[in-house]
């Protein structure tokens, strides 16, 4: 999971806090990991959505326009795609592994307050079983989707995702977030110094890196 756009995302909120002084779903059933992972699941969301009829045809074209199109195209059509999204989560037979990737092809596409309702059917009906990693995308779209604002239930789902994953870079950084935005900035560093050797590429490291030297000045003037 790339965390450049978390980056995006977090790097004003902070630069913010600090002028004013002020201041991802592996389930644990190996089944399910399986299902989400392997090819089977890209099957079985396709055949849903392609499922032999026209109008499952027509369902899946909607949604590719949908998430390949521009911001008008994607205006014009999001009440549709709202519609499909319903009777696709609704679905009595739907698997984990097809709500996991619509899930997933939401996020990346920035949909976030629809990635959103697809994240919270998943939490809803697995929630026990659902691994760290699964429940720190969610807090993380939950903090997007919301105007990149923290509410209490994303406290509660980070707290949920580092207790299961307590290495998940996602989470860390986000908690960081909020601990700079609870004026804690030395439990910012702390978490940010964790999620460090835990991010996938130089860049996002060192895009880390300069946020903890930002804190530092600011905590130190």
């Excluded at 299902?35 to 499952?56: A, C, H, K, P, Q």
Aim: aromatic content about 10%; proline content about 3%; cysteine-free.
């Amino acid at each position: 999971m790339s965390l450049l756009y978390l980056f995006i995302f977090i790097f004003v909120p902070v630069y913010l806090v600090l002028t004013t002084k002020e201041k991802l779903f592996k389930l644990n059933l190996s089944l399910l990991i399986a299902v989400i992972v392997t090819s089977s699941s890209l099957i079985m969301y396709d055949n849903f959505l392609s499922g032999g009829s026209w109008e499952r045809m027509n369902q899946k074209q909607s949604l590719e326009t949908f998430l390949d199109g521009d911001l008008q195209t994607r205006s014009d059509l999001r009440g549709d795609i709202r519609e499909l999204f319903t009777l696709l989560i609704e679905k009595p037979d739907i698997e984990a592994g097809e709500l996991y990737i619509l899930a997933r092809k939401l996020k990346n596409a920035n949909e976030y307050i629809l990635a959103e309702d697809v994240y919270e059917e998943i939490y809803d009906r697995y929630g026990d079983e659902l691994d760290g990693d699964i429940i720190a995308e969610y807090a993380q779209v939950l903090f997007i989707s919301k105007g990149r604002k923290f509410n209490d239930y994303v406290y509660v789902l980070l707290k949920e995702a580092l207790l299961k994953s307590p290495n998940n870079p996602s989470a860390l950084t986000l908690q960081g977030l909020a601990e700079l935005e609870n004026k804690n900035p030395r439990l910012t560093i702390e978490l940010w110094n964790r999620a460090i050797p835990l991010l996938n590429s130089e860049k996002e490291k060192n895009d880390l890196r300069a946020l903890i030297e930002a804190v530092k000045k600011g905590k130190n003037q």
